[in-house]
């Protein structure tokens, strides 16, 4: 597999529920992000990691919590999630250095119910 | 006043029209500009990149940057079915770093056939 990749493509979760997202890239980037996408807003960069070391956090609630094991895996774990916190979880990746921009994956859509 | 003020949209165009679509900002720092287009379901794709003032073109596409208006556009000659999408345009401050990259809230176009 080429790019980036992540799963599941949707989830739907109750408030109370514990679920993991999952984003993997395949381009030897060194740094990763979660950006999360609602309607009519622009993307909100959630959390940068580079060289698996989280360089942002973009004042996150700490019901998001980010993991990255290595530099071509991400985490976003979730728990106690609000109906606002669906939206459509986009990850990426960029090489530094390099400044033409991120690649990103085709996001999960969550909803919270 | 936001950082990128972009026009949501949506636009409907004939086939074969020339599209213009457009970016405002607030931060004289800016200085590497990007168009990203984002079909239903996918993620933002990068389509176009600039670094500092001038014009870019790329096939049917052409990217301008107007660093003293601080104004962006992309023009897409020929319009087809295909360039329906939503087209995010996105900006730094300055390369080689993560996590500062800003978005507007995109543009939906619709070309008709």
């Known amino acids: 597999e080429t790019g980036v990749t992540q799963t599941p493509r949707h989830l739907v979760m109750g408030m109370t529920n514990k679920k993991s997202l999952k984003c993997e890239q395949h381009?030897?980037?060194?740094?990763m992000y979660w950006y999360k996408q609602s309607a009519k807003k622009p993307l909100e960069l959630m959390f940068v990691?580079?060289?698996?070391?989280?360089?942002e956090n973009n004042s996150v609630p700490s019901r998001f919590s980010p993991e990255c094991p290595n530099s071509s895996h991400l985490f976003l774990h979730l728990h106690t999630l609000q109906p606002e916190d669906s939206a459509l979880y986009l990850c990426?990746?960029?090489?530094?250095?390099?400044?033409?921009?991120?690649?990103f994956g085709s996001g999960t859509r969550l909803t919270v119910v | 006043q936001k950082e990128v003020e972009q026009d949501p949209g949506p636009l409907s165009v004939p086939e074969g029209a020339i599209v213009s679509l457009n970016c405002t900002y607030s931060?004289?720092?800016?200085?590497?500009f990007m168009w990203y287009r984002q079909y239903s379901r996918k993620g933002p794709e990068l389509l176009m990149y600039?670094?500092?003032?001038g014009n870019k073109e790329d096939g049917r596409f052409t990217a301008q940057v107007d660093k003293s208006s601080k104004y962006i556009s992309l023009f897409i000659r020929d319009s087809q079915p295909s360039d329906s999408a939503t087209y995010l345009c996105?900006?730094?401050?300055?390369?080689?770093?993560?996590?500062?990259?800003?978005f507007g809230k995109g543009t939906k176009l619709s070309v008709k056939p």
């Open positions: 990426a990746s960029s090489q530094d250095g390099v400044d033409y921009g991120y690649t």
């Open positions: 381009l030897g980037h060194n740094a």
């Open positions: 990691y580079n060289f698996k070391e989280q360089t």
């Open positions: 931060n004289s720092a800016f200085q590497y």
């Open positions: 600039t670094y500092s003032s």
């Open positions: 996105a900006m730094r401050d300055y390369g080689g770093s993560q996590g500062n990259l800003i």
